[in-house]
């Protein structure tokens, strides 16, 4: 079974500055997926980002950005120039390959993103 | 278009009832997943269901089942509720049309069991 870990709780950030949450994860397959996941306090969890374990180049949306490193498992979001409505829970997730015929989901137990003014 | 759409988003009950709630995906969607969201457990994937087939589920007891429609609109039932089955319950939807979607979460239920 797959796991994924983010060891960092509580995370916060000057507005307009970068930050940095990380991720990990423990699988034996080859192909699978990642994402991140922000969760405000609205509760409605939305797609971040995503980033397909085949593709060596990391994936970047606007100010987020992630360094993917597969032989060591590691999956981190980068948020530059950090602004008041990016405060919120952000989770780590994975899914595996096109195999497995499945759109299964495996969280990690999230970041809280706090932002300051 | 409009997104994934729960019913009722808060519920209240009392331990030992059965609760259902609803969860309307995109439109064309045909692979609708559930997940429980809980302070100590984190989020946790319920079962998925595809062409009204459950082609995965998760490590949750028989009280907890699903089922999908024609229309791919799912319901889920939680039979004998306990405290503990108190949580957001989340719903995601994904066109499946191909192994690369991305799946669309809804605003979730919250549920209470009292």
């Known amino acids: 079974a797959q796991t994924v870990t983010q060891s960092q709780p509580e995370m916060s950030v000057q507005e307009a500055e970068t930050v940095t949450l990380s991720c990990t994860y423990d699988?034996?397959?080859?192909?699978?997926?990642l994402f991140w996941y922000k969760q405000p306090p609205s509760r409605q969890m939305i797609l971040v980002i995503r980033q397909e374990a085949y593709k060596q180049q990391n994936a970047t949306e606007n100010r987020f950005s992630v360094n993917f490193q597969k032989a060591a498992k590691s999956f981190s979001l980068k948020i530059s120039d950090s602004q008041l409505g990016d405060a919120a829970m952000y989770f780590c997730?994975?899914?595996?390959?096109?195999?497995?015929?499945?759109?299964?989901?495996?969280f990690g137990k999230g970041t809280k993103l706090s932002v300051i003014p | 278009k409009a997104g994934v759409t729960q019913t009722p988003r808060y519920l209240i009950k009392t331990r030992g009832q059965q609760v259902t709630l609803s969860c309307s995906p995109i439109?064309?969607?045909?692979?609708v997943s559930w997940y429980q969201q809980t302070p100590g457990q984190g989020l946790q994937f319920l079962f998925e269901?595809?062409?009204?087939?459950?082609?995965n589920k998760g490590n949750f007891p028989g009280r907890f089942s699903g089922r999908q429609f024609s229309n791919s609109r799912s319901e889920m039932n939680v039979s004998t509720l306990e405290l503990g089955d108190s949580a957001l319950y989340l719903c995601?939807?994904?066109?499946?049309?191909?192994?690369?979607?991305?799946?669309?979460f809804g605003p979730g239920t919250r549920l209470t069991v009292l």
């Open positions: 995601a939807s994904s066109s499946a049309a191909t192994n690369t979607d991305t799946q669309y």
């Open positions: 699988t034996s397959e080859s192909d699978y997926y």
């Open positions: 997730a994975y899914r595996s390959g096109p195999w497995a015929g499945s759109y299964q989901l495996t």
């Open positions: 439109s064309g969607h045909r692979s």
């Open positions: 269901y595809f062409s009204e087939t459950q082609r």
